[in-house]
């Protein structure tokens, strides 16, 4: 009983301390996390029933694409595999996400007490406009990609209800053929139960957009915060060589330090960045470049089925999506650490006593070794590697398409 009030004490002085989503730029992810049961203050208890929840909801769609699927090998009906595929790959990237996330959960409290207090220093030190300049596009981005991704769940929604809205506006003598969804496996009558079948997709998508929209949209902002403190960094050591061309003094012994320690902030943030995202990411990428390859096969199938191939195209568009979206933010990163080595050697280091190039000299050797998101530690997360994995997608769907011929 003792400890459960010591904790539940701890708990309520946990909620009242000012956390990271108070600040305005990154509100928006509260309600978010708070709906996936991983926002910081919340309680435990809480937590656990949105993690099942969220989790139960996925699982729940899981099981009748692989039924679907099952089916689909005994019959050895090859489309039918071909629809079941991309769902149950899409879903398993998705528990994925959710499932790493709430395993790494203490790490990313660590991250965002990390951010909030390296954003009060920066605030004090009125550095913050430097910070805002490299972390802004990626909130900017993080936005754009969760009403894409929003807008795309609307649209997908709604593209079977029209026929319905065509039997109400545009009455035949026969009703319209609905089309579910999405092709799963449920052993019940589809048409008796089409609007029961529908909500349940309708709501086990909605949460499964929630998922991928928070997570990716959360690691998109966090990433480029950590590119942002190199940038800082950088900025600190050219204003600080400027100021002290002329004499040094414990002050300016001082403002180095504080480089050394900003870059060691910023070299820790990004390593435990990559151990949190690493395992999950290779992964996720492998399951996304088969689901891409799968559902261009599909889209290919159904060009003379307007209302299918559009559903099944903002499909494709928003795997396409969600592989440029893991790719982008491990760009920024080894660009901003890279670019950290050119501001070194831009500023005046060398005009710098001895004991001061040496620890300048110390942050160039890590700098000259740019901080790059793996996946795995087999793939970097980049721009380039996002364009080989597209191209090997798009290998991967002739082949899948001769096997179809």
């Given at each position: 009983?003792?400890?459960?009030?010591i904790e539940q004490?701890?708990?309520n002085?946990r909620?009242?301390e000012r956390?990271l989503?108070d600040i305005s730029y990154?509100k928006v992810?509260?309600?978010?996390?708070?709906?996936l049961g991983q926002y910081?203050?919340?309680?435990?208890?809480n937590s656990?029933l949105?993690v099942i929840?969220?989790?139960?909801s996925?699982?729940?769609?899981?099981i009748?694409?692989l039924l679907?699927?099952?089916?689909s090998?005994?019959?050895?009906?090859f489309?039918?595999?071909?629809?079941?595929?991309?769902i149950?790959v899409?879903?398993i990237?998705?528990?994925?996400?959710?499932?790493?996330h709430?395993r790494n959960?203490e790490k990313?409290?660590e991250l965002?007490n990390?951010?909030r207090?390296?954003l009060d220093?920066l605030?004090r030190?009125?550095?913050?406009?430097?910070?805002e300049?490299f972390t802004k596009p990626?909130?900017?981005?993080?936005?754009?990609?969760?009403t894409t991704?929003l807008s795309?769940?609307?649209?997908?929604?709604?593209?079977?209800?029209?026929?319905?809205?065509?039997?109400?506006?545009?009455?035949?003598?026969?009703?319209?053929h609905r089309?579910?969804?999405l092709?799963?496996?449920?052993f019940?009558d589809?048409?008796r139960?089409?609007?029961l079948?529908?909500?349940?997709?309708?709501?086990?998508?909605f949460?499964i957009?929630?998922?991928a929209i928070?997570?990716?949209s959360?690691?998109m902002v966090?990433?480029?915060?950590a590119?942002?403190?190199f940038?800082?960094?950088?900025?600190?050591i050219?204003?600080?060589?400027?100021?002290?061309n002329?004499g040094?003094n414990?002050?300016?012994?001082?403002e180095?330090i504080d480089?050394?320690?900003?870059h060691?902030?910023?070299i820790?943030?990004?390593e435990l960045?990559?151990?949190?995202i690493?395992?999950?990411?290779?992964?996720q990428?492998?399951?996304n470049m088969?689901?891409?390859?799968?559902?261009?096969?599909q889209?290919?199938m159904?060009?003379?089925?307007?209302?299918?191939?559009l559903?099944?195209g903002?499909?494709?568009f928003t795997?396409?999506l969600?592989?440029?979206?893991?790719?982008?933010?491990?760009?920024?990163?080894?660009?901003e650490?890279s670019?950290l080595?050119?501001?070194l050697?831009?500023?005046t280091w060398?005009?710098?006593?001895?004991?001061i190039?040496?620890?300048?000299?110390?942050i160039?050797m890590r700098?000259s070794?740019?901080?790059?998101l793996?996946a795995?530690?087999?793939?970097e997360l980049?721009?380039?590697?996002?364009?080989t994995?597209f191209?090997?997608?798009m290998?991967?769907?002739m082949?899948?398409l001769?096997l179809k011929?």
């Open positions: 009983m003792r400890a459960n009030a004490m701890l708990q002085d909620r009242r956390t989503f990154y992810f509260k309600k978010y996390l708070l709906f910081p203050t919340q309680t435990r208890r656990k949105n929840m969220a989790a139960g996925a699982i729940s769609l899981l009748p694409a679907l699927f099952s089916a090998m005994v019959e050895r009906n489309d039918m595999m071909m629809e079941s595929v991309p149950i899409t879903i990237v998705i528990l994925m996400k959710l499932l790493n709430n959960k990313f409290y965002f990390l951010m207090e390296q220093m605030n030190k009125n550095q913050t406009h430097v910070h300049k990626g909130i900017i981005l993080a936005g754009v990609y969760r991704i795309c769940l609307v649209l997908f929604l709604l593209i079977p209800l029209f026929p319905v809205f065509m039997d109400v506006v545009m009455p035949l003598n026969e009703t319209r089309q579910h969804l092709k799963l496996k449920y019940v589809e048409h139960y089409f609007y079948l529908y909500f349940h997709c309708a709501w086990c998508l949460v957009a929630i998922i928070t997570i990716d959360l690691y966090v990433i480029h915060y590119g942002g403190l940038a800082v960094c950088g900025y600190q050219t204003k600080a060589t400027e100021r002290n002329k040094i414990e002050t300016s012994i001082e180095f480089c050394v320690l900003m060691n902030k910023a820790q943030f990004y960045i990559d151990d949190c690493r395992t999950s990411y290779l992964f990428l492998l399951f088969i689901g891409i390859s799968i559902t261009a096969v889209t290919v159904y060009l003379d089925r307007p209302e299918e191939a559903r099944i903002m499909f494709l795997q396409q969600h592989l440029l979206i893991i790719s982008i933010p491990g760009q920024v990163l080894a660009d650490s670019n080595s050119n501001a050697y831009c500023s060398y005009q710098m006593p001895l004991n190039q040496k620890i300048l000299y110390m160039q700098s070794k740019a901080c790059k793996t795995g530690r087999v793939c980049n721009i380039e590697n996002f364009g994995t191209k090997t997608c290998s991967y769907f082949v899948f001769s011929d």
